[in-house]
C-alpha cells in the first residue's frame, strides 16, 4: 500500500479526492450501521474491517508526503482526510464504551494509530516545515489550530488505548511506539513536556486505570512506558520537588513491601507486586542520562530504599524475583553517558560498589546452596548468573571507582565480588556456553574486564579457576556471535601477555606466572586449538586470533612448530610443497620477542597466509592425534628450483 500511496503523490490532485470519496463512503456506512441499533456481529466485524482498510489507505497517503515537493493544496487536502478520520475515531471510540456486544476490531485501532504516526511525522516530527495552509484547513473542520493541540489529541487517544485495552494486544504495544517517539526527538519531548495530558500523566503514571500495567508478563511494555515518561520528566530542569512528587507512589509502595515480613514476601500476590516494581524502576532508571538525573534517584533509593533489592535476593527464593531485582541492579550500575562520573570527593561509586558485590554475593551463595529441584535451568539458574557477570563487568569497565585500592583500606567488597563470580563460573558447565547464548556472551564480556591485565593481580585465581577460564574460552570460540569468539580470545591474550611480563620481570604478576609454569599442558592445549583454527578455518576475526596465538608461540616456540610440521605430513602430496612454503612464510615473518611491532608483523603475516592459501586453493584437511605422522621441517624448507636454475648457479660461479 506505500507505494500505491507514492504513486497517488506523483498525480495527488487527481488520486486523493478518490481516495477521499472512498473513505467517506465506508465511514458512512459505519455510523449508518451504529446508529440503526441493530448491528449484527458479522455486519460489524465486515464494515470495521473495510474500515480498517481505508483509514490505511488515507495514513499511506499522508505519510509519503515529501515536505520539499507538497504543493499547499496538497497539505490542504491531507487536513481534510485527517479531520474525517479524527471524527471517524470518536465515533470508533463511543462504539468501544458503547454496550455493543461484538469485540472492537484491533485491526481498526492499529489503522488509527498508524494515521496518526503518519501526520506527526510529516507535519510535526523534528524535520518538519510549517504549514500554514494545512492548519487553518484542520482548524475549520475539526477547531485544531497548531501542533500542540493535534499532539495533545494524539496523546489523548494513547491514554485511551491504555484504559481500555489488555497487555497482550498489538494496540498496546503500537501505542506505546507512538509514545515512546514522542518522547525521543528533541524537539517532540519538549513540545509534549507542555501538554496538560502529559502533566495529568505524571501525577498518575501508575493508574489502576491503565489495564495494561496489571500484567507481570509484558514487562518490555512497562519498560517502555517507565523510559517514555523519565524523558519527559527530565526534560529541561528537573527540581527535587517535580522527582519527589513522581516518585512518590513508588517510594509508598517500596516503604509498604519493607513492612513486611519474610513470610509475606513469598506469597504469590506480593511476589508478582514485586517484579512489577522492580521491573518499572529498571524501566525509567534506563532513559536517565545525566548525572544530575542520576544523582537524583541515587538518593532517593539509597535512603532505605535499596534494602528491598537484598531482601528480594535473599527471601523470596523465586528466579523471577531475583532476576528482577538482579537486572534493575545492572542498569542502577550501568554508567551510560557517563552518568556515574561524579566529583573526586564523593564517595557514591564506592557506595554503588559495595551494594552490587552484597548483592551479587547473596544471590550466588543462594544458588550454589539452593537444594531446590531446577525445572528450567536456564530460567532458575543462567538467567541469573548471566546477569551477575554483566553486573560486574559494568563494574569494572564502568570506571567511576578505583576498585583497586579497596584491598589498601580493607573493603571486603571486592573479594566478595571477584570470589562469588569465579565460584559461579566454576559451577557453570563448559559446553553450556554454546548452548545458551545469552549466557555466553555474558561470560566472555566479563571475564575480559575481569582477566584484564590491569586488573588480573586483584583476581584470586587459583589452578581449577584458571583451568575453567580457558576451557569456557576455548569452547566460545564456537559461539554464534564473532565478538563473543574475539573476547575470549582477549581473555586469554591478557592472562598470556601477564605471563609473560611476569617472566621477564619477577616482580609482576606472580600468580599468572606460577599457574602458567603449574600446568604447561593447557599452553599446548590452548595452541593446538588455535593452530587448528587460523590453519584450516576463514574466519572474519583473523586478527582476534592472531593475539594470543603469538604469545603462545612466544611461549613454547618449539612445541608450535612441531605441530604444523605434522600437521604438513597429514597433507595430501600434491599440496605440501605449497603449505610448508606459507606455513615458513608466517613462522620466519617476525621474531618471537614480546614488542608492538612484533605482534603486527605477525598479524599481517597471518593475514597473507590466510590470502595465499585461499588464491592456491588450498584445501587442507584437519588431523586427529592418532592420524599425526612424521614432522616436517619447515624451518629447513627450501623452493625446488627450475630446469636450467643448476646450469645458471655454476655458471655464476665460474664467473666468481
Not at 509498604?256 to 504469590?268: K, N, T
Not at 533489592?309 to 524475583?321: C, E, F, P, W
Not at 548471566?386 to 567511576?400: D, E, P, W
Not at 573479594?415 to 545458551?436: Q, T
Request: hydrophobic share 45%; charged share 20%; glycine share 4%.
Amino acid at each position: 500500500m506505500a507505494l500505491v500511496a507514492n504513486i497517488a503523490r506523483s498525480s495527488y490532485e487527481t488520486c486523493a479526492p478518490v481516495v477521499l470519496e472512498i473513505f467517506r463512503d465506508v465511514a458512512g456506512k459505519y455510523e449508518a450501521l451504529l446508529n440503526s441499533g441493530q448491528a449484527d456481529d458479522e455486519a460489524m466485524v465486515v464494515v470495521e474491517s473495510q474500515l480498517a482498510w481505508a483509514v490505511y489507505a488515507v495514513a499511506q497517503c499522508i505519510g509519503a508526503r515529501q515536505p520539499y515537493k507538497s504543493l499547499p493544496e496538497d497539505d490542504r487536502v491531507d487536513a481534510e482526510m485527517f479531520a474525517t478520520g479524527l471524527k471517524l475515531d470518536q465515533l470508533v471510540r463511543q462504539r468501544i464504551q458503547s454496550s455493543i456486544a461484538t469485540p472492537p476490531s484491533e485491526a481498526l485501532e492499529l489503522s488509527f494509530l498508524q494515521l496518526y504516526h503518519n501526520f506527526r511525522a510529516n507535519y510535526i516530527g523534528e524535520q518538519y516545515h510549517k504549514t500554514t495552509a494545512m492548519y487553518a484547513r484542520l482548524s475549520a473542520m475539526v477547531g485544531l489550530n497548531d501542533s500542540a493541540a493535534v499532539l495533545e489529541l494524539i496523546l489523548q487517544k494513547v491514554l485511551f488505548n491504555f484504559r481500555t485495552w489488555a497487555a497482550q494486544s498489538p494496540v498496546i504495544q503500537r501505542s506505546l511506539l507512538l509514545f515512546h517517539d514522542m518522547a525521543v526527538g528533541y524537539v517532540s519531548v519538549r513540545q509534549v513536556a507542555k501538554l496538560d495530558t502529559v502533566k495529568f500523566l505524571l501525577a498518575n503514571h501508575s493508574s489502576d486505570q491503565f489495564r495494561f500495567l496489571h500484567s507481570i508478563d509484558e514487562y518490555k511494555q512497562r519498560s517502555m512506558y517507565y523510559a517514555g515518561l523519565a524523558r519527559i520528566l527530565f526534560t529541561g530542569d528537573t527540581t527535587a520537588a517535580q522527582f519527589a512528587d513522581f516518585m512518590q507512589p513508588w517510594a509508598q509502595t517500596i516503604d509498604r513491601l519493607l513492612d513486611l515480613s519474610d513470610a509475606q514476601l513469598e506469597q504469590d500476590a506480593v511476589r508478582a507486586e514485586l517484579i512489577r516494581i522492580l521491573r518499572d524502576l529498571r524501566g525509567f532508571l534506563s532513559a536517565v542520562s545525566s548525572k544530575a538525573n542520576y544523582t537524583l534517584f541515587f538518593e532517593w533509593i539509597s535512603s532505605g530504599r535499596m534494602r528491598l533489592i537484598h531482601r528480594s535476593l535473599q527471601v523470596t527464593g523465586d528466579a523471577r524475583v531475583q532476576v528482577a531485582a538482579l537486572k534493575f541492579l545492572a542498569e542502577f550500575v550501568y554508567n551510560r553517558t557517563q552518568r556515574l562520573n561524579f566529583d573526586v570527593t564523593s564517595a557514591n561509586g564506592i557506595l554503588i560498589f559495595r551494594e552490587a558485590s552484597a548483592a551479587i554475593w547473596e544471590y550466588g551463595n543462594c544458588v550454589l546452596k539452593s537444594s531446590q529441584p531446577v525445572r528450567n535451568v536456564y530460567k532458575d539458574r543462567y538467567k541469573g548468573v548471566a546477569v551477575c557477570f554483566s553486573i560486574l563487568m559494568r563494574l569494572i569497565t564502568g570506571k567511576y571507582v578505583a576498585i583497586g585500592v579497596m584491598p589498601l583500606y580493607g573493603d571486603t567488597a571486592l573479594d566478595h565480588a571477584y570470589s562469588i563470580v569465579l565460584e559461579l563460573l566454576k559451577h557453570l558447565p563448559v559446553a553450556d556456553v554454546i548452548a545458551y547464548p545469552k549466557l555466553g556472551k555474558a561470560t566472555a564480556s566479563m571475564l575480559e574486564a575481569l582477566l584484564a591485565k590491569t586488573n588480573i593481580d586483584l583476581v584470586a585465581l587459583d589452578e581449577q579457576a584458571y583451568e575453567h577460564v580457558m576451557r569456557v574460552c576455548v569452547e566460545a570460540f564456537d559461539h554464534a556471535e564473532t565478538a563473543v569468539s574475539s573476547a575470549a580470545c582477549s581473555v586469554i591474550d591478557g592472562v598470556l601477555t601477564a605471563a609473560l611480563e611476569g617472566t621477564a620481570d619477577s616482580s609482576k604478576h606472580p600468580v599468572v606466572v606460577k599457574l602458567m609454569r603449574q600446568r604447561p599442558d593447557i599452553v599446548e592445549y590452548l595452541l593446538r586449538t588455535m593452530l587448528n583454527i587460523v590453519l584450516f578455518e576463514d574466519r572474519p576475526n583473523d586478527w582476534s586470533f592472531s593475539r594470543p596465538l603469538f604469545c603462545l608461540i612466544v611461549l613454547n616456540g618449539d612445541f608450535a612448530l612441531q605441530y604444523t610440521s605434522q600437521i604438513v605430513q597429514y597433507q595430501a602430496a600434491e599440496r605440501q610443497e605449497d603449505l610448508v612454503k606459507a606455513l615458513k612464510d608466517l613462522f620466519s615473518s617476525t621474531e618471537f620477542v614480546m614488542a608492538v611491532s612484533n605482534r603486527d608483523a605477525f598479524t599481517q603475516a597471518l593475514t597473507q597466509y590466510r590470502r595465499e592459501v585461499t588464491s592456491k586453493n588450498l584445501i587442507l584437511m584437519v588431523p586427529t592425534n592418532q592420524t599425526l605422522g612424521a614432522a616436517v621441517d619447515i624451518m629447513a624448507y627450501e623452493p625446488k628450483k627450475e630446469e636450467g636454475d643448476g646450469a645458471k648457479d655454476a655458471e655464476a660461479a665460474m664467473a666468481d
